[in-house]
């Protein structure tokens, strides 16, 4: 039976990823060389943030300490899992390294397409994201987060970002809106000419004035960012700089496949109590291993499938030597999926009791935020 072709677009993430050949297809670059700084964040070290457009902006502004905004969103539904923060861990790699970090609560969009309680969205964005975010080490001194629904209580910081939104109509095609959504309702135009103002507002006069913006992101997410970076050079009289993005690699759901914030068994929350977690990686998350301990012994574990050696992988075990040895020890079948389920079960108890130590810190800094922003 023929191989299944994977796929990846904003609708669905599924099949064994070929990430050379998304390079070829999405027309990305692959990273050749980074400074120091760089290669001392375990992401970009361990090639899960695999390439990239026009990102030789963000490498002069780095060097040369000239400002650059790092942009994204977030879609205030479900809990925030290990998944969300890779993003997060972006967020404060780019504000140590100066970036002024802008975070959008894509609430207009959820509320088109998901959920119609703006209420709820306001409390999951606050309570799950950012409280996470700040725990995590986001620095909200440098940091501009906000509702699409209200932009600012500044007027005029307001009503720049809703007239761009409304001016990029004008440049855009039914046909790209298509390509990008699928079935086309006025709700889903109004939450991509959104988002586009979201990528592009920073470098409005109202707000940073023209710089480079570096938004990062999965790969399945790139069809946004190619109609917002066409837009910004269909637009007459703003001069954009031309957006600069990169693409991580997916983070496997317990299950394997893409997580998904509507099954609570393909992930594990920063919220989780670390016996959730425990259960939930003994009894759910897919094995690289082999049916008997004997073909285990014999044949080696697959760690490109195994969650458990993902989860440690994409940053449960920062110590490359351990990793690499966990990795060889699997491999030859030195060591079995329960021991290696084992150790992520330690180093997960460990990161999630600190973290919610840390969150309990950061309810109270994200609640006089609140306060301070109006929000």
């Not at 490498?59 to 809990?79: E, N, R």
Request: hydrophobic share 40%; proline share 3%; with cysteine.
């Amino acid at each position: 039976m023929a191989q299944k072709e994977f796929v990846v677009t904003p609708w669905e993430v599924s099949g064994t990823i070929d990430y050379n050949k998304l390079i070829k297809e999405f027309g990305l670059q692959p990273f050749k060389s980074l400074p120091k700084v760089f290669h001392d964040f375990l992401l970009f070290r361990r090639g899960l943030i695999y390439s990239h457009r026009d990102f030789d902006r963000i490498l002069d502004a780095v060097q040369h300490k000239k400002p650059f905004v790092m942009m994204t969103g977030l879609m205030p539904s479900g809990k925030f899992h290990f998944g969300h923060k890779l993003v997060a861990d972006q967020m404060v790699f780019y504000q140590k390294l100066g970036a002024r970090a802008y975070i959008t609560v894509a609430d207009i969009e959820a509320y088109n397409s998901r959920n119609p309680d703006m209420k709820e969205l306001r409390e999951t964005a606050l309570t799950e994201y950012l409280t996470n975010y700040v725990a995590l080490g986001l620095d909200l001194n440098k940091c501009d987060f906000y509702f699409q629904s209200k932009r600012s209580n500044d007027g005029k910081k307001s009503n720049a970002y809703y007239s761009l939104a409304n001016m990029l109509a004008r440049h855009a095609t039914f046909n790209e809106f298509k390509a990008v959504y699928g079935e086309v309702t006025p709700g889903k135009m109004a939450a991509s000419l959104l988002q586009a103002a979201d990528m592009l507002h920073a470098q409005l006069p109202e707000f940073e004035g023209v710089m480079p913006v570096v938004v990062p992101v999965g790969t399945d997410q790139d069809p946004h960012i190619r109609l917002a970076r066409d837009l910004s050079q269909r637009i007459t009289g703003f001069g954009f700089t031309q957006l600069s993005s990169t693409y991580h690699k997916f983070l496997l759901g317990l299950k394997g496949g893409k997580m998904s914030s509507s099954d609570a068994l393909s992930y594990i929350a920063l919220t989780d109590s670390p016996e959730e977690a425990a259960k939930k990686i003994k009894k759910y998350a897919f094995s690289g291993g082999h049916a008997t301990i004997e073909e285990h012994r014999k044949l080696g574990g697959n760690t490109a499938v195994d969650v458990s050696f993902q989860m440690l992988l994409y940053g449960l075990e920062e110590d490359d030597k351990k990793l690499q040895k966990i990795h060889d020890d699997y491999v030859s079948g030195k060591l079995l999926s329960g021991e290696l389920k084992q150790i992520v079960v330690d180093k997960i108890t460990a990161f999630l009791k600190e973290h919610q130590e840390k969150r309990k810190k950061a309810e109270k800094t994200v609640a006089e935020y609140v306060i301070k922003n109006k929000f």
